[in-house]
């Protein structure tokens, strides 16, 4: 994963609640990208923050959604109010220093029952 | 906008077998490509990546792929597949700018059977 970081790796919400994920890039990066992974589907495009700045988020619900990368901390992926729609893999991405290559985290497993 | 096709969904190989996956793309502008590989219930590992230079890229685990402009093909191959290449693989593109996302094709499951 090249030094990405995310957490919680795994998460259990109920219907209703909030869930919050949690990425830091590559050490010395103010770059990432979000990424969601339902079951048995490829990854789809949410959001691409740089530090204080949302940079594309072309691909975020437009509803309980939302994300942010502050300048001190992590990049936090937040959803209000989950349903069983939501139950995925949530991947965090960070480009390198030359900025072409894009690595990725490990993931968080969101799951609501 | 750029879009990726990987044309098989599944492919089953023999073990030492040779194989190829198949990722076409479509983009207006010049594009990175990538292959990344996802093991059961972890991240994605970067296989190999195209930015530019020689049409053959070699990467990790014994994988290549070779750009081809005019096909606008990507495809990756291994000479012989080992039981721990199970797993899925997605084919990538990435506009060759430092502000866009990377869009990715369906994802190939690999399955090599003994």
């Known amino acids: 994963n090249a030094g990405v970081m995310q957490n919680p790796r795994h998460l259990v919400r109920r219907r209703g609640q909030e869930a919050r994920l949690r990425c830091s890039p590559m050490?010395?990066?103010?770059?990432v990208y979000w990424y969601r992974q339902l079951p048995e589907e490829g990854l789809k495009f949410m959001v691409y923050?740089?530090?204080?700045?949302?940079?594309?988020e072309s691909g975020m619900p437009k509803e309980r959604f939302s994300a942010e990368f502050p300048k001190e901390g992590p990049s936090i992926l937040r959803i209000q109010q989950v349903v069983r729609g939501d139950s995925a893999a949530y991947f965090c991405?960070?480009?390198?220093?030359?900025?072409?290559?894009?690595?990725f985290g490990e993931g968080s497993w969101l799951t609501v029952v | 906008a750029q879009s990726v096709t990987q044309l098989d969904s599944q492919v089953p190989v023999f073990e030492e077998a040779p194989v190829e996956l198949r990722c076409n793309y479509s983009?207006?502008?010049?594009?990175?490509l990538f292959w990344y590989v996802q093991y059961p219930n972890q991240g994605l590992q970067l296989l190999l990546k195209?930015?530019?230079?020689?049409?053959l890229v070699k990467g990790i685990n014994g994988f290549e792929a070779e750009f081809n402009k005019s096909q606008t093909s990507f495809h990756l191959r291994k000479p012989s597949v080992h039981i721990s290449d199970t797993a899925e693989y997605f084919c990538?593109?990435?506009?060759?700018?430092?502000?866009?996302?990377?869009?990715f094709g369906s994802g190939t499951r690999l399955s090599i059977r003994p």
């Open positions: 990538a593109v990435r506009q060759d700018s430092s502000a866009s996302k990377i869009i």
């Open positions: 050490k010395g990066h103010s770059h």
């Open positions: 991405a960070s480009p390198d220093a030359s900025g072409n290559t894009i690595y």
């Open positions: 195209y930015l530019s230079g020689s049409t």
């Open positions: 983009s207006s502008v010049s594009v990175y």
């Open positions: 923050l740089q530090k204080e700045n949302i940079i594309d």
